[in-house]
């Protein structure tokens, strides 16, 4: 007799897969539903938004840190895929996105806790290092001979990108869409594409194998990325503490120097 799994035991290896980007302070892995362990220990899972990576990691480390005994664990990827893996039932503490509309698929089933914006952040058109198809604005995109990488609409990036394009009162037609801005950048990162429209702190995150381009419709689509301790967290206390750091000058000295906009 097979013994049915439940919801989010199905959900979740499938949303971390389409997500396709899972790292952490201590493990690659998931955190168990049980936070806390018989020798003491504590684990706290951090669901955060693709381009939070190299900053939360920091500030991951810091925490760890901080409060010894604990150890945490992050699952980057798609915002929209991460609350759609929090709705679903899967075991986390605290969840980072990149837009508020990804947000608000967890706070309306009510899940967490009244979120915090603690950053923003702005497109630019990131192109290779020596830019052979010579892009110098958010018009060239527009020209089928330009292969551009976007992300998927339904993510924050994605959305972003098509705000800012609308303003532009531009037709672009890529030829690739991805889940998420890492896996958008990695396009341009191995030349496969001429251009992308990616996050200006991933641009800085790509150590110079890239370039970024500024343009002025980007200020009409800026994503504002809220913060919440989720409800019914395996390990609460921790889960506010670690939300605190983020919102903390240090948090913030954090963000700024990888790029991010103060709220």
Known sequence: MFRRLPRWAVAVPLALTLASVLSGCGSDAPAPTTASSGDGTTTLTVLAAASLTGTFTELGKTFEAANPGTTVRFSFGSSATLAQQIVAGAPADVFAAASPATMKT???????????????NVLQ????????????????????????????????????????????????????LEQDVKATLTKVE??????????RTDVIASGGKVQGIDFPEAEKAIN????????????????????????????????????????
């Open 106 to 120: 967890v706070t309306d089933a009510s899940l967490a806790t009244t979120p915090t914006t603690f950053a923003r």
């Open 125 to 176: 058109i990131a192109v290779p290092a020596d830019n052979p198809a010579k892009v110098d604005d958010l018009a060239d995109l527009a020209d089928p001979k330009v292969k551009v990488a976007l992300c998927a609409e339904q993510v924050p990036c994605g959305a972003a990108a098509v705000k800012a394009l609308d303003a532009a009162g531009l037709k672009v037609t890529p030829v690739t």
């Open 190 to 199: 191995l030349g496969e594409v001429d251009a992308a429209l990616v996050y």
């Open 224 to 263: 504002d990325y809220p913060i919440a301790a989720l409800s019914g967290a395996p390990a609460p206390e921790a889960a506010k503490r670690f939300v605190d750091l983020v919102l903390s000058q240090q948090g913030k000295d954090v963000l700024t120097k990888a790029g991010f906009q103060a709220p």
